[in-house]
Nanobody
């Protein structure tokens, strides 16, 4: 089991940037597939991006070209750099750690994109 703590959320204007961090503890971080999901009010949780143990990345079409996921195995941390933010990016962002069928979740960090 992995414990995950997200940070870096906040209020940002449209077109701005934020970097989310997710610190992991409790297991061998480097072997996990790490990811970010988000959930906006009244909407279902949706996958945003993921990065494998071999640093292969994948992105939802809605964020491709604007968001970048990365990981630092020495710091047991995964990041989500978010650029060119839009109001529709507003949501609670959750970090996940997956190993086979098992997935652990953080408690989330709120991102609000508004002028």
């Amino acid at each position: 089991q992995v414990q995950l703590v997200e940070s870096g959320g906040g209020l940002v204007q449209p077109g701005g940037s934020l970097r989310l961090s997710c610190a992991a503890s409790g297991s061998i971080f480097s072997i996990y597939v790490m990811g970010w999901y988000r959930q906006a009010p009244g909407k279902q949780r949706e996958w945003v991006a993921s990065i494998t143990s071999g640093n292969t990345t994948n992105y939802a079409d809605s964020v491709k070209g604007r968001f970048t996921i990365s990981r630092d195995n020495a710091k047991n941390t995964v990041y989500l750099q978010m650029n060119k933010l839009k109001p529709e990016d507003s949501a609670v962002y959750y970090c996940t750690a997956a190993l086979g069928p098992m997935r652990d979740w953080g408690k989330g960090t709120l991102v609000t994109v508004s002028s």
